[in-house]
T-cell receptor, first 114, second 110 residues
Framework: EAQVTQNPRYLITVTGKKLTVTCSQN?????MSWYRQDPGLGLRQIYY???????DKGDVPEGYKVSRKEKRNFPLILESPSPNQTSLYFC?????????????FGSGTRLTVV | KNEVEQSPQNLTAQEGEFITINCSYS?????LHWLQQHPGGGIVSLFM???GKKKHGRLIATINIQEKHSSLHITASHPRDSAVYIC????????????FGKGTLLTVNP
């Protein structure tokens, strides 16, 4: 089944403890991206990657890192999480050529930083 | 002002009613997406439009590029249609960046 897999689904952590949220897709998509969703603000892009070793900042990249060493994986790294990073996170992927083929989203990761 | 505005923010309907959700945007775009998010659930892509109209079952999406406006219609609404519907645009200058509306919460009562 074609899908984007995020792990974990739920995570509670403490301020300053490094964490990684994994994202993997099995569709050979070139484009992958991370979003956070907050009440009243909607979805906002954190980082995106147009291909292996090619990443760029979205609208809210502060406090996050990403890497794209393999085509299928695009982990989101929080080196020193803070409470304002408590949010619902989504990973998405798409074929190349301007993403005109639509996006496939992961199931989401609900992160709480205390 | 947000680049993507949706209306209404909240919508309550009775089962069987015809539903319309609107999306207006202020930038040039290469495509527009309608997404569905059930409570506590993931996000599903419903439509991708660059012109005209698309239909899938009871859902119809239209876009007017000149007026920078899109609508999502649901015919014969059902309680299982209750969800947040999100409009997202891909800016014309970049083929990859999605900008989202804040969503419309639809509740369909039996």
């Amino acid at each position: 089944e074609a899908q984007v897999t995020q792990n974990p689904r739920y995570l509670i952590t403490v301020t300053g403890k490094k964490l990684t949220v994994t994202c993997s897709q099995n569709m050979n998509h070139e484009y992958m991206s991370w979003y956070r969703q907050d009440p009243g603000l909607g979805l906002r892009q954190i980082y995106y990657s147009m291909n292996v070793e090619v990443t760029d900042k979205g609208d809210v990249p502060e406090g996050y890192k990403v890497s794209r060493k393999e085509k299928r994986n695009f982990p989101l790294i929080l080196e020193s999480p803070s409470p304002n990073q408590t949010s619902l996170y989504f990973c998405a992927s798409s074929r190349s050529q301007g993403a005109v083929y639509g996006y496939t989203f992961g199931s989401g990761t609900r992160l709480t930083v205390v | 002002k947000n680049e993507v505005e949706q209306s209404p923010q909240n919508l309550t309907a009775q089962e069987g009613e015809f539903i319309t959700i609107n999306c207006s945007y202020s930038v040039g775009i290469s495509a527009l997406h309608w997404l569905q998010q059930h409570p506590g659930g993931g996000i599903v892509s419903l439509f991708m439009l660059s012109s005209g109209k698309k239909k899938h079952g009871r859902l119809i999406a239209t876009i007017n590029i000149q007026e920078k406006h899109s609508s999502l219609h649901i015919t014969a609404s059902h309680p299982r249609d209750s969800a947040v519907y999100i409009c997202a645009v891909i800016s014309g200058g970049s083929n990859y960046k999605l900008t989202f509306g804040k969503g419309t919460l639809l509740t369909v009562n039996p």
